[in-house]
């Protein structure tokens, strides 16, 4: 399998000398082309800084992490705000849609920021909206969507620009069961059909067992990782919860 991304040695550190925290303490890891990759760990751990540093959202103290043959911890603010466009997809557990839009506008808008033709807009927002089960309700605008049809339109417009890397954050934690497993599924199918990468932080250990692998945070550095291989999904739910039980709390608690 082909590496997409590669962190190496992340430190990130909060406050001065006598109030450190080290939110990252020197994390190594790497994510393939096609990978379904989740992240968890308890309230604190570290995980959703792990994210924000791999999404450009937030910097690190130290350390390099490569997206293809990127070295996003190089980059000045100019640079990576074109790299962030471009090669990098967002799903937010709020789903971030403009009210003021229809859902077809919505997913295209990405698109538009980059100036494509208006026919390439068109056919990349209706294959993305095929690919979710949303071809039917693109003239809508989100309010008059169920949570479910909502996330799925963020998940469309994360991917219609065939970004390097989807970043998901908590996805399913507005929804309910029946829509965070439709969700799940679509994922796979993504990773399946589309050979998308998806790197998402959760604290459901259900939602993480669609992933093909897991790293649990702990302190701010990677204290396990679970691969699923050919196993069962149920099979592997249960490992989860067998880490996620030494970590602390229960898996509805693992934030």
């Not at 506008?105 to 927002?125: G, M, Q, W």
Request: aromatic residues 8%; glycine residues 10%; hydrophobic residues 40%.
């Amino acid at each position: 399998m082909q590496t997409i991304l590669q962190a190496r040695g992340l430190k990130k550190y909060y406050g001065g000398r006598n109030d450190l925290t080290k939110a990252l303490d020197g994390i190594d890891f790497e994510v393939g082309i096609g990978e379904f990759v989740g992240i968890m760990g308890a309230s604190g751990s570290g995980k959703t800084t792990l994210l924000n540093c791999v999404s450009t959202i937030d910097t690190v103290t130290s350390g390099k992490i490569l997206i293809g043959e990127n070295d996003i911890t190089a980059m000045n603010q100019k640079a990576l705000s074109k790299f962030r466009r471009e090669s990098l997809g967002f799903i937010f557990q709020d789903y971030n849609l403009l009210d003021t839009l229809t859902a077809y506008e919505n997913i295209a808008l990405a698109l538009s920021i980059l100036r494509r033709p208006a026919k390439e807009i068109d056919a990349r927002v209706n294959e993305a909206a095929d690919a979710l089960g949303i071809a039917g309700e693109l003239a809508k605008y989100p309010y008059q969507m169920s949570g479910g049809q909502r996330q799925r339109v963020a998940v469309a417009r994360a991917i219609v620009t065939e970004p390097a890397i989807v970043m998901a954050d908590e996805p399913t934690g507005a929804l309910d069961s029946k829509s965070s497993k439709a969700l799940m599924e679509n994922f796979r199918r993504l990773v399946r059909e589309r050979n998308a990468t998806i790197l998402m932080v959760t604290h459901d250990a259900f939602s993480a067992s669609y992933c093909d692998r897991i790293l649990f945070i702990r302190d701010g550095r990677l204290y396990d990782e679970l691969v699923r291989g050919d196993e069962a999904r149920a099979r592997f739910f249960d490992r989860i919860i067998e880490v996620v039980s030494r970590i602390g709390g229960d898996a509805n608690d693992v934030g």
